[in-house]
DNA sequence: AACATTTTTGAATACGTATTCAAAAAATAC
DNA sequence: GTATTTTTTGAATACGTATTCAAAAATGTT
């Protein structure tokens, strides 16, 4: 081993000495499309191999100015639709070459830091699912110049990427669908400061308005199962209690099917019909049959990694919003 | 703006040449720790906002030959206890000042390719969960010298870093559990080529052998849902249906319950015994109050961070082994 | 064979930081 | 006050690659 160095990791000069060729010649070698012929180039590679050469990405990202790298901000990781998306994400991204590096966040406070550790690596664009941003976070963002996707956020003015499911749409259609056959309605909300769920409640209770029924319990709650069963068992313990029940996640909708269930011996659809939204996997599974307003994930997911790469490829400064329509899935938790 | 090129970051220089200053004193008002007066850091520090100036870490990796970046190889995104793992994994890595460069993988053919892009990345350690490494991989890894810590995952010779759970004794504690109350025995098992799966279910047959209990009924699935539902459904349509039932995974054995009740009306626990592994948030469910052997996923998710980052920060070459206890979580799966 | 064109090559430099080293400045000791 | 130690400072260099530029080699054309 004709290192210069021991213990070290080989790099390319290392490579060039070897194969008695030029600095240049070697990083060449591992550019694909690079001018090499193809003798020296086989030359190059036998001597990398003896050497374990492997190209420093680290230095490559310094002197292209590119780090390949897609920073992806997330929370709430103990929900199941969040993580399946979480795993379409980094498929996509490593597809296309890139690779992920990814930022948890509990809480909004953080998010502000987590962005800022995030452009420090040089990430090459960004993908934030379901934070609050300030706008002086968003003014940061702009003027790092880093593409930034928002997934099932929006930014109010529009002034950001953004791919999300039209969540009022889907509140719409869960009403129309529940109307015929039910004639005491409620919802159970996910936390307030989330316009995600905001929008999934107003459009299902603006669209009970507009066909007439003015009165509709609601009961707060936060995105969980847990959450979701204490928010049912307050309701249902109601006089005059709902026989239709929606819930802006599906999560807090099998809790509230637990606890109607399990606490009020309730005979689901027959005493009480529940829908949901997201369409995880548990709300298909045989325990539950969750009929619930599906939002596309795969294709959300896949459409926000296209986006941001279209938009790291073409250096695009405009913005782009994609909104996306809810699929009603009807099981057998709704008559 | 007195930027030297426009629509570019600002770089440590830009920042010296503003605050009247060399480069290094920039440089080392960035450094927690280093040699610089409080008078001159103020000065920097006023240039450094007026250009919105954050040191770039990519540089900052290169000149220190680190990146403060763990990555991150994990399978299996719809398993619940793999992203809950995951979450504690990131905010652990976080909390420790590293990032994380997560790197997805379907099968265990994949491996080799991210482990390698993960090197060439040049991240300060690994973590591996669930996949299989072939001893050439091993091989590059140490020869890398990037510390690794392999998840529910340990190389034979105990050659590298690893921290998992007993599953062996897992299975013996729910042979011993099971065993007084009930007399036909089976176990769904999860992929065969999975050491995890199948330690676990030795452990259990072997000790159903120990008591008198030479026969089991096996059942092979994935580690899914709908496979333990599929799996359940053959079981327990053999003449002679078993009583107790052990599955090596929560996932499948919420899959087997609901085949139980659904499929053949089955009473649980009355006429079927049901025992997990994992304890997933779903097993806690009410619908389901599956027993099963928990893993402590909290602790071993933090044990894998500390032992990696000890091994970075120290530089150490001895490898560890943690191997953990699972906890059986009686709920009225069984009786 | 002479010339024009294309391809291949290596030297030099840039990317943005950390760090070493010696000089300068400040603080302390006597 | 000088001598001594300590702290602060900037110039120079290293980290490992990509890329520009001009020279050299190979190829094609007549």
């Known amino acids: 081993m004709t290192r210069t160095k021991d213990n070290q990791r080989a790099s390319s000069i290392d490579v060039a000495r070897l194969a008695g060729v030029s600095q240049s010649a070697v990083s060449r070698a591992f550019t694909p499309g690079a001018s090499i012929s193809e003798e ?14 492997r190209p420093n990405v680290i230095a490559r990202s310094l002197a292209q100015r590119s780090t390949k790298i897609i920073g992806l901000v997330m929370t709430r990781f103990r929900s199941p639709f969040y993580t399946t998306v979480l795993g379409d994400f980094t498929r996509h991204i490593q597809e296309q070459g890139f690779s992920t590096l990814l930022l948890n966040i509990d809480n909004d ?8 550790t995030a452009l420090q690596y040089q990430v090459d664009g960004l993908i934030i699912t379901s934070a609050n941003l300030s706008s002086a976070m968003v ?33 719409r259609m869960v009403a129309d669908f529940l109307l015929p056959k039910h004639s005491r309605f409620a919802c159970i909300t ?9 929008d999934r ?4 209770i603006t669209r009970l308005g507009e066909r007439g029924i003015g009165e509709c319990i609601c009961e707060d709650a936060e995105f969980t199962y847990e959450s979701g069963f204490e928010a049912a068992r307050k309701i249902l313990a109601l006089p005059n209690r709902p026989d239709a029940l929606f819930c802006t996640s599906d999560l ?32 298909a599974w045989h325990g539950y049959e969750l009929t619930t307003a599906a939002q596309p994930a795969p294709k959300m ?19 782009m919003v994609l909104k996306m329509k809810t699929e009603l899935i009807v099981r057998s938790s709704t008559r």
């Open 201 to 204: 409640s107003m459009g299902y």
């Open 109 to 116: 406070q953080e998010v502000y830091d987590v962005l800022s």
């Open 301 to 319: 997911a896949e459409a926000t990694v296209n986006l941001l790469l279209n938009a790291i490829r073409n250096n695009s400064r405009d913005t």
């Open 139 to 171: 003014d940061s963002c702009l003027n790092a110049e880093t593409p930034i996707v928002l997934f099932n956020r929006y930014a109010e003015n529009n002034h950001l990427n953004a791919v999300y499911c039209d969540g009022y749409d889907g509140g």
């Open 252 to 283: 807090m909708a099998l809790g509230a099917m637990d606890a109607a269930r399990n606490i009020f011996r309730l005979k689901i659809p027959k005493d009480l019909s529940i829908v949901g939204f997201d369409d995880i996997p548990m709300a």
């Open 190 to 198: 996910g936390e307030a400061s989330s316009s995600t769920s905001r």
């Open 40 to 53: 020296k180039k086989k030359r190059i590679y036998d001597a990398a191999v003896k050497l374990n050469y």
